[in-house]
């Protein structure tokens, strides 16, 4: 096993100002069906990234299949990394209090919210970092569910060896094919896999393609709740609204997008997102899973222009 490098990659985009390229994002890709037949790639496709929270629709799952009782916002909160706006850490809060837990039960730790303007409203309240404001709340409080209904140990539920946490390994092991895992943990406390990106790109295309009564469970909840997975506005909910794709970020230069069996992951080498929602969109034009003119729409909505002054001066192009 390998991990991604320089060698490994290629452009994925470039950033232009005034005539001049100023930057340069490198790193790779692979659009991929449900069988794991490469449709298009890039760069190494057989390097172990960390997946981070493109995991989260297989922990999701594996909730379910420990009966978890997860329904539309609350399932999509269980594979979200959340902007930490009051809407959705109230509904987290209403999990919690739903199974006689509290905020202080997450083993996620202490982080101000992942949106801009949700941790400035929250500083100028005078609040401190909350648990139930970081990003991955919604998956935790989807872990001590599945806990509860099992009679499981709520405190120690974050350890490898717990039985939601095996129970998540061979859901990931399913869906992915992947026998080359790299054990580590993410950066809330749960265990995380690294793997290749073509094990990740055919796991997500294989939750989307009807297959699995769960993973079609949480497909439906995403499309019809698009805010709780990110935010309103935020990226990967306009694609979520835009494409009925469903569209999940990474920490670390990471995004899927899947629709029908078919999906596009993408590790970007220096951890940006800058440029991963524009091209992930293109590769999935082009090959027809979504239309061209909605992908061209997100990309002007989505990138920021390259200004000078109030003139718009370049562009962020799309490389692949």
């Known amino acids: 096993m390998h991990a991604l490098s320089v060698e490994g990659c290629v452009e994925l985009a470039s950033l232009d100002r005034n005539g001049l390229v100023e930057s340069r994002h490198i790193g790779a890709f692979v659009v991929i069906d449900r069988d794991g037949s490469v449709i298009e790639s890039g760069g190494d496709i057989d390097a172990i990234i960390f997946p981070r929270s493109t995991l989260k629709p297989f922990q999701a799952i594996a909730a379910l299949r420990a009966g978890a009782d997860l329904e539309g916002v609350e399932l999509v909160l269980a594979c979200a990394s959340h902007c930490g706006s009051h809407r959705h850490t109230d509904a987290i809060e209403a999990m919690l209090a739903r199974d006689q837990l509290d905020v202080e039960d997450l083993g996620c730790p202490a982080s101000w919210p992942l949106g801009y303007e949700d941790k400035a409203d929250r500083i100028a309240a005078g609040e401190v970092p909350q648990r139930v404001t970081m990003n991955c709340s919604g998956k935790h409080a989807a872990f001590l569910r599945a806990c509860v209904a099992n009679g499981w140990d709520t405190q120690t539920y974050l350890q490898p060896e717990h039985p939601l946490q095996v129970l998540i390994r061979e859901v990931v092991t399913e869906f992915t094919g992947s026998h080359s895992i790299w054990p580590a943990v993410d950066g809330c406390g749960a ?19 009807g297959h699995d009564a769960d993973a079609e469970r949480l497909v439906n909840a995403i499309r019809t709740n698009p805010w709780a997975l990110d935010g309103p506005g935020r990226d990967n909910t306009r694609v979520i609204e835009s494409t009925d794709a469903i569209a999940k970020i990474g920490a670390e230069g990471v995004l899927i997008i899947a629709r029908d069996g078919i999906a596009v992951a993408i590790k970007c080498l220096d951890g940006s997102q800058r440029s991963n929602t524009a091209v992930a969109v293109t590769l999935l034009a082009r090959h027809g899973v979504i239309d061209r003119s909605v992908a061209e729409a997100l990309i002007d909505e989505l990138v920021e222009p390259i200004t000078g002054g109030d003139e718009t001066v370049g562009r962020l192009s799309v490389s692949v």
Not at 197 to 202: H, P, V, W, Y
């Open 191 to 209: 265990p995380l896999y690294g793997m290749s990106l073509r094990d990740l790109g055919t796991g997500i295309a294989r939750a989307t393609d």
